[in-house]
Structure formats: C-alpha cells, structure tokens
C-alpha cells in the first residue's frame, strides 16, 4: 500500500520524521514486515504458532559456536539446544533459515538423527526426528552442525565492514524466537573485531588470525542476536553495571559522548521501571544502511545506525531515538510480547518511556515530541486499531505502523495519565515488568493492572483507544452571564461513549492571577464553576495536549496532508499541472499554517515551478516556503534548507552563478550536518542529498544532480 504512504508523508527528512527509521519488509520469510527499531522481542510475531501455549517443547538453554568469515558472507556453527518436552512427542519442529546448510543433527550421546526439510522451497521449517519417544518434562539436547550464508536483509548480515544477526534472521535454530532461555555464546571472527552478544563477556581469545570472544547470560534472555565489527570499545564501569561503546575508528570520538548518554538514560529507567535487568549494557554501531537514525534493542546490548551514532546529541535531532531504543531493554525485552497485537506495548510503550526522559531532561523537545505526535497520528485515514500492533508493518506498511503505534501509541498513555493520574501509569508499569519479567504479556494483562492500581473499570479506555479507533472532539460551552468572580461552562466530549471519563486541564488567566484548574469530565456533557478574582478570565483547554483529541491543527493537518499526497503521486506520474493543483487547494485550505505543513507545500510548488522554468512563480514559492515558519524548529530548518537549495538552482538556471554558489557556500557552513544528509523523499527515493547537490553546485563533485 505505498500510496497510501505517501500521502501521510509530508515532509523530506525520512531521517527526523521517523524515529526510528522504517525499512522496507524484510525478506523474512513469514512476510513479517522489519521496521528498523526492532526490539528482539517483537519478533515472536513471526512465530505465534510456537508461542502459544500449546507448543509441544520449550526452548530452556542455547550454547552456541559461530565462526565467521566477514569477507566471504559466511559463518559455521555449532548450537547445543537444551529443550523441555511440554508434551510426549517422537518428533520436533524447528525452524533454521533456509539458506543455511546443515551438516548434522546430533543428541548429547553423539547419536545421528534425521531431519527433514519443510517441502516448501524457501520455508525455514526443520522436522527432526528424536528416534525414540520423550515423556512430558523430558529434558531433550540436540546438538546442530551447520553454515553458510545469511539471505539477510537491510538488518542482518554478514560482511567485512561489520555483523549483525538478529532472532529474525534465523541464523539459530529455535523454536520460539522470543524464548527466555540460559545462553552462552562463542563468537569467533577475524583479529582486531570485536563480537557482542547477550550477558556478560567472560573471555576473549586471540588465536593467530581470529579471536574468540565467549559470552554469557546470568539470567535467561529473551534473544540470541550477535553483533560484531572493527571496532575500538571504551567501558565503563558504574555501580554494578559496566557500560561498553563499540564503534569503529572514524567515530571513536563519538564513544565518551554516547557512554555519558547510555549511563544517564538507563539509569533514568531504573530509578521509574526496575533495575537493569543485566551486568552489562553494550551499545554498538553497526552498518546498518538506512538513510537515517535506526536502531535494534537485544538483551543486553543495542545497535544503532552510523547515523544515530554521529548525531546523537546535535541540536534538532531527533532526542527521542536513543531514550526510545533503550527503553527496550525492560520492554520488551525482559516482558515480551504475547502476539502480534501487543506491539503497542514495545514500540507506544518505549516512546512513552523517551518521553518521560525528554519531560525531565529536555522539556521543550518533550513539548515537541507530543505535538509532532499528535499531527502525524491523526494525518492517517482511516484510522487503524492500535491492536492491529506489528501487523501494521506488513498490512498497511511502516509509516502508518509508525503513525498507529508509534505516534498515537504514545498519545494513548498521555491520555491513560489524565484518566488514572500520571504517578498511577508509572506504578502501573513497574508492576508489569514485576509481575511478567522473563515472560509474556499482552495489552490485557496491562489493562488489568491498570484497573488494579487505580481501583478502575478501565474497559471503556482500551475499547475505545487501543481495540477501536475513538477520537473525541472536546470543547467548551462558556455561560455568557456568569455572576461575577465565577467562571461557569461546560465541557462538551462528542463521540464518546457514556462512561468516557478524562481530566482535561483548564488553566485560567486573569489580570491577577494565574489558576491551574482540571476538571474530571463525565460522559458528554460537564459543568463546571471557577471562581476568580481580577478581570474576566482567558481559558485554555488541554494546551499539552495530554489528551488524544481531535484539534483543528489535526483536522487541518490532516486535509493539507492528504492533498501534499496526491500531488506527489500525481507528480511520480508526470502530470505535474495537476499535482500543482492539489498544491495550491492545500495551501487553501490552511493560510494560517495552524498544520505546520505550509512551508512543505510551498516548496513542493517552488520545485515544480523550477522543474517547468517558470522561474517567477517558483521564486516567489520558494521564498514564501522560507518564511512560513510552524512551531517545529526542525521541520523550518529542513524547508529553509531545501528552499535556499532550491533558489540557488535557481540562479544557477539563470546563469547567476556567483550568487548560486555564495548561496551554496553559506549552506554549507551554516546547516547542521544532518540535514545536509537529507533528501527530497517527495521527488523520489534516490534523489540526491542536499550536501550532493550543495557539492555539485560548488564544483566538488563531477557528476551533476540527477535531476537538474
Ligand atoms: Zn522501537
């Protein structure tokens, strides 16, 4: 459903606008869609016939020994897999990616079994037949000769500037590859790298051109991933808990930088969720090849793109990625996801967990965050359940599984605040990681601690935000007469069920006083009295926007957007005079930029203008694109690039030269780096980045733009 994609995407910058930068479906093979931020626990979707509870054996302990060769795509293996029969069987299946060849399978005593591959060419599925029957509760070991290569995706491989194999990769035979099992695992890959796994790190070998690292988990994990490259480490040892950076030599500055940032926002967890659940926390940069920050949460360590790991920190970018990715060391990481359709317990969950850190340590961008939010979340139409959860991925595709469970997901636990109290969400949560940690849960299991700490029938609440797609409209009936000294209206809740009960804040402003007023509202209609002293108030309804509501920014944002995708649709097609069209209509329809996207629309009318010559009009475009600024520094900052980019391509036609490279030149030196690596993601997906193009205009580069 690319269409539909484009037309809640409205802007360029792919690399601020998702958080956690979306990748295209993975090749896995169960169409499980893989988004870049990836916990290791979401992957048990992919599994839902093994995480029932009527799977016939458990996975209890892996000792895994991989060789790798980076160059050559490569790895062997040997796994011993202790299992737990739940029921009697003969036979057991598993499953092992198919490209992988297997020598062997083996029991403890060195007894040859056979296996059978599924018929099914590119199915992962594995029969082994264990020879002989187990009772339930036997203990069964199998040991798994095997090697080859990985038919990876953007998230998974194999090659000389670096390793990554996440569960989904199935480079391990499981049954459940969100098992909490005992692991221990033997990297072996060339001198000079170093491997990362789960637990802690109990040797490290160099044997002539290869070293060994051996890793170990204290307490079952939830993954089995495997990360490895050339990378320097700085550790940290702090408490009880020793921190590790690995990146690779061109960003080793980067280390002290980002072990500071790991320590303060684990820590920030731990003092609102649980301790840390291990001994060590490894963050690592891997080539991940995504435009953008994207990042992957397994037990223990977390990898993140060259991206996240260059910019984290720079002013405007993106502060939510990181406290996000680490959130998933308690969620999901330590409580998994019972299905598919608990996705908002991962991914809403660990952005409200970022937004908690940003509200204390960064309060405007925590501001910005819910804003941003609250516009993308309401800019999908229709609106989806958020229980379709990871699903969202492969149905309707990642940016509205990012609008769905990311942005409203979020939103939904800043309204819970307002219905339950916000200390209540927190308690909430930490009986959650109490109560489930090494084992899974669903969005159920949540409501019902919810209604437990909070003495609540909470049905209505995760009816109407989680299982439906209820948004209420809220305003205020203000009495006209009201005696004086009080403040008499009603609030007003439309589409909402009877029992629909939220506290909605009402600041109230008189010439003498400032009132922090709320009223915990009942079904549709409530009164309510403030009494004041000074002039006749100014109130403000629900100005964090706490509450997920339709706004008029929302509705607004939500026409602008979907003309903004028409007109690149119609673009992609070559009928640019319509696309100019749906333009000029959205722009129409919000002259007050109360959407925030005008700047956009604009410069999409600017570029079309410069693409057709008529350089009058796209001046004038680009200029208002320039100027129309919105309460998002970033979004401003990524037109103002484009529009200046633009206008110097601009005199550049005009054979102005001089004026086109002073314009380039002052870009160069003033945009912040990450935005130089933005593209225009509306003219296509392999435009160049502003930087190329601000190098071409500068004469750095030989080859002109692709497109100009
Ligand atoms: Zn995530």
């Known amino acids: 459903m690319k269409t539909n994609e484009n037309k809640m995407r409205r802007g360029l910058l792919t690399l601020i606008l998702l958080i956690c930068a979306f990748l295209t479906p993975g090749s896995s093979l169960e169409g499980v869609a893989s988004s870049a931020c990836f916990a290791s626990s979401t992957s048990s979707t992919s599994f839902t016939s093994f995480t029932s509870s009527t799977s016939p054996v458990r996975a209890e302990a892996y000792r895994i020994e991989v060789a790798f060769s980076p160059a050559e795509g490569k790895l062997q293996a040997k796994v011993s897999l202790d299992l737990r029969a739940v029921e009697p069987m003969r036979a057991m299946e598993l499953e092992l990616a198919r490209s992988l060849e297997i020598h062997s399978v083996e029991t403890m005593e060195g007894q040859k079994l056979r296996f059978e591959r599924s018929r099914l060419a590119l199915s992962p599925k594995l029969l082994v037949d264990l020879d002989k029957p187990a009772a339930a509760g036997d203990k069964i070991t199998l040991v798994f000769r095997y090697g080859g290569k990985i038919r990876g995706g953007l998230l998974d491989f194999v090659r000389s500037d670096g390793i990554l194999l996440r569960d989904d990769a199935r480079w391990y035979p499981a049954v459940d590859l969100a098992a909490f099992t005992q692991l221990e695992t033997r990297i072996t890959v060339p001198a000079g790298w170093e491997a990362v796994s789960s637990g802690n790190l109990v040797s490290r070998e160099e044997h002539g051109k290869q070293v060994t690292f051996v890793w170990q988990a204290g307490s079952a994990v939830s993954s089995r991933s495997v990360a490895a490259g050339p990378y320097r480490e700085q550790r940290l040892r702090q408490g009880a808990i020793t921190y590790a950076i690995h990146l690779p030599g061109q960003h080793a500055e980067r280390s002290s930088w980002l072990l500071g940032r790991a320590r303060r926002i684990l820590e920030f967890y731990a003092a609102r969720f649980a301790p840390y659940p291990h001994a060590s926390f490894s963050l690592l940069e891997a080539p991940i090849e995504s435009h953008g920050a994207a990042g992957y949460a397994a037990a223990g360590f977390s990898a993140i793109s060259p991206e996240g790991v260059e910019f ?68 999908v139409d229709p609106l989806r359940p958020i229980s379709a959860g990871l699903k969202l991925f492969s149905t309707d595709g990642a940016s509205i599984a990012d609008a769905t469970l990311y942005q409203r997901g979020l939103l939904v636990f800043t309204t819970l605040e307002t219905v339950i109290g916000r200390s209540r969400v927190e308690q909430a ?16 299991d949540f409501e019902k601690i919810c209604e437990e700490v909070s003495h609540r029938e909470l049905k209505w609440f995760f009816d109407y935000y989680i299982r439906g797609t209820g948004i209420p409209t809220i305003s205020l009936d203000v009495l006209a007469n009201s005696p004086p000294g009080e403040f008499q209206a009603t609030i007003r809740i439309a589409d909402v069920p009877e029992n629909f009960s939220v506290r909605v804040d009402l600041p109230l402003v008189t010439s003498t006083e400032k009132i922090d007023h709320s009223v915990a509202t009942i079904g549709s209609a409530t009164p309510f009295t403030i009494t004041y002293s000074g002039t006749r108030p100014t109130i403000d309804l629900d100005p964090e926007l706490k509450i997920l509501r339709w706004t008029d920014a929302a509705r607004v944002n939500r026409a602008v957007s979907k003309r903004m995708g028409r007109a690149d649709d119609l673009l992609q097609e070559g009928k640019a005079a319509n696309a100019q069209a749906e333009l000029e209509k959205a722009a129409q329809l919000d002259p007050e930029n109360v959407s925030g996207s005008l700047g956009w629309v604009f410069l999409r009318l600017g570029r079309i203008g410069l693409r057709q010559g008529r350089i009058s009009a796209a001046r004038n ?88």
């Open 429 to 444: 949560l930490r009986e959650y990681y109490a109560r489930y940690r090494g084992r899974a849960a669903s969005i159920a």
């Open 312 to 379: 984290d920190g720079a002013a405007l970018y993106s502060p939510e990625f990181l406290p996000h990715e680490l959130a998933h060391q308690w969620f999901p990481n330590e409580v998994t996801l019972a299905g598919a359709e608990d996705g908002w317990l991962a991914e809403g969950l660990a952005q409200y967990a970022a937004l908690l850190y940003l509200r204390e340590t960064d309060p405007p961008q925590a501001k910005l965050l819910v804003e941003r939010s609250h516009l993308g979340a309401l800019a």
């Open 621 to 708: 475009f680009l200029r208002r694109a320039g100027k129309t600024s919105s309460s998002d520094p970033l979004a401003d900052a990524g037109v103002g690039l484009w529009s200046q980019i633009s206008i110097a391509q601009l005199e550049e036609r005009l054979g102005r030269k001089t004026a086109a490279r002073r314009i380039f030149r002052s870009l160069r030196g003033t945009m912040p780096a990450f935005l130089l690596r933005s593209r225009l993601d509306f003219e296509g997906p392999s435009g160049p980045t502003a930087g190329e193009v601000i190098a071409v205009g500068l004469g750095k580069l030989a080859i002109q733009p692709v497109r100009h």
